[in-house]
Nanobody, 116 residues
Framework: QVRVVESGGGLVQAGGSLRLSCTAS????????VAWYRQAPEKQRESVAT???????RYADSVKGRFTISRDNAKNTLYLQMNSLKPEDTAVYYC??????????WGQGTQVTVSS
């Protein structure tokens, strides 16, 4: 069973930046697409950024131009650089496989809170 651990969240003011990390329990990133998701209070979990095994990237419209997804296969780590943060980015952020494929067990996530 693959386990992922997300980290890097925190409290920032609007306009600030954070870099999230997601580390896997074993070497799996190089062969899989992976994605960042977020879930705000009383809202459904949504995909915000996806990177395929070949390096193709997609972003949700709400984060385009502000968030950057990247991966370091040697470190089994996925990153999400978040700039120009807005209060509406407040959520718990998770990593997992992209939508439409069998997902790994969800991690605890990392809380991002953006104050106005």
């Amino acid at each position: 069973q693959v386990r992922v651990v997300e980290s890097g969240g925190g409290l920032v003011q609007a306009g600030g930046s954070l870099r999230l990390s997601c580390t896997a329990s074993r070497s799996i990133f190089s062969g899989y697409g992976v994605a960042w998701y977020r879930q705000a209070p009383e809202k459904q979990r949504e995909s915000v950024a996806t990177i395929t095994s070949g390096g193709s990237i997609r972003y949700a419209d709400s984060v385009k131009g502000r968030f950057t997804i990247s991966r370091d296969n040697a470190k089994n780590t996925l990153y999400l650089q978040m700039n120009s943060l807005k209060p509406e980015d407040t959520a718990v952020y998770y990593c997992n496989r992209p939508l439409g494929v069998t997902q790994w067990a969800w991690g605890q996530g990392t809380q991002v809170t953006v104050s106005s």
